[in-house]
């Protein structure tokens, strides 16, 4: 596709379970960020990838959050032992290296109950 | 660090109104400046960025945006609305720092026009 892709849309869990959200970047973006919308709060950076490696993971919050990104396309947001907390919308967006402009997904809903 | 204030989280403007969202920054390097548009169900979608030059940036759908490092600010114009610009606005900072161009978003401001 032609812009980021973001699966699931919307995910509603239970409390304590694992969940895994996907980000399909553009198509030759080298750069990958995850960042965490809370209602009523602005976007926060959780994580950001240079092609396969994790050059900055200072958002995560805690031990419970990670992300992989093994060939430096698609990446994986993973969050164990999932709590109310959690619930918020979690963006993807890519950029080329050097370049300013990020373009976002429409993010994945994720609702802990 | 840096941070981002927008001190207005509503605005409700007439149509055909003009409009400024306010935004100011922190930080203690030079960054780049951003404004995002948030339109229902949707994605964030770039109206303009500042990385330097000219302080007055334009950008998409008519708005533009004045960058004031004396008053570390960054506030978003448009002369007249329209209905469709009904949305939510993010400003947003990055270090200008080649190679990570994470954002440190504001809480938005929500612009609502009045028919």
């Known amino acids: 596709g032609a812009g980021v892709s973001q699966t699931p849309s919307n995910k509603v869990t239970e409390k304590g379970k694992y969940v895994e959200l996907r980000c399909d970047p553009i198509s030759g973006h080298t750069a990958l960020y995850w960042y965490r919308q809370s209602l009523g709060q602005g976007p926060e950076f959780l994580i950001y990838f240079q092609g396969t490696g994790a050059a900055d993971d200072s958002g995560l919050p805690n031990d419970r959050f990670f992300a992989v990104r093994p060939e430096g396309s698609v990446s994986t947001l993973k969050i164990q032992r999932t709590e109310r907390g959690d619930s918020a919308v979690y963006l993807c967006?890519?950029?080329?290296?050097?370049?300013?402009?990020?373009?976002f997904g429409q993010g994945t809903r994720l609702t802990v109950v | 660090a840096q941070s981002v204030t927008q001190l207005d989280s509503q605005v409700p403007v007439f149509e055909e109104a003009p409009v400024e969202l306010r935004c100011n920054y922190s930080?203690?390097?030079?960054?780049?400046l951003f404004w995002y548009v948030q339109y229902p169900n949707q994605g964030l979608q770039l109206l303009l960025k500042?990385?330097?030059?000219?302080?007055l940036v334009k950008g998409i759908n008519g708005f533009e945006a004045e960058f004031n490092k004396s008053q570390t600010s960054f506030h978003l114009r448009k002369p007249s609305v329209h209905i469709s610009d009904t949305a939510e606005y993010f400003c947003a900072v990055s270090e200008s720092n080649f190679g990570n161009e994470k954002l440190t978003f504001g809480t938005g401001t929500r612009l609502t026009i009045i028919p």
């Open positions: 967006a890519s950029s080329l290296l050097g370049e300013t402009e990020a373009f």
């Open positions: 930080s203690s390097v030079s960054v780049y």
């Open positions: 500042y990385l330097s030059g000219s302080t």
